[in-house]
């Protein structure tokens, strides 16, 4: 579900088909220094912390971490 839209990117709410970039993202060594260690190591993983996390936010407040990309490339590029 798209959420927002401006010239250069697009946002949604994080879905388990975005697992991949996630998997990658909390293991980035900036994310483990300034953020922590999520205990994020397989793909199962990934849906589970997105399920668990951002998902649980939808589902009790209707809001939450949104993954933003670029248009140009349709690449993952944060939440």
């Known amino acids: 579900?798209?959420?927002?839209?401006?010239?250069?990117?697009?946002?949604?709410r994080l879905q388990a088909s975005d697992a991949a970039f996630i998997l990658r993202l909390v293991n980035e060594p900036s994310w483990l220094r300034y953020?922590?260690?999520?205990?994020?190591?397989?793909?199962?993983?990934a849906e589970q912390y997105i399920n668990n996390?951002?998902?649980?936010?939808?589902?009790?407040?209707?809001?939450?971490?949104?993954?933003?990309?670029r248009k140009s490339?349709?690449?993952?590029?944060g939440i």
């Open 1 to 12: 579900m798209q959420v927002l839209e401006t010239v250069r990117l697009t946002m949604h």
């Open 35 to 45: 953020i922590g260690d999520k205990g994020v190591r397989t793909l199962e993983d």
């Open 53 to 69: 996390g951002p998902g649980d936010m939808y589902r009790r407040f209707g809001f939450g971490l949104w993954l933003v990309k």
């Open 73 to 77: 490339d349709d690449e993952a590029i």
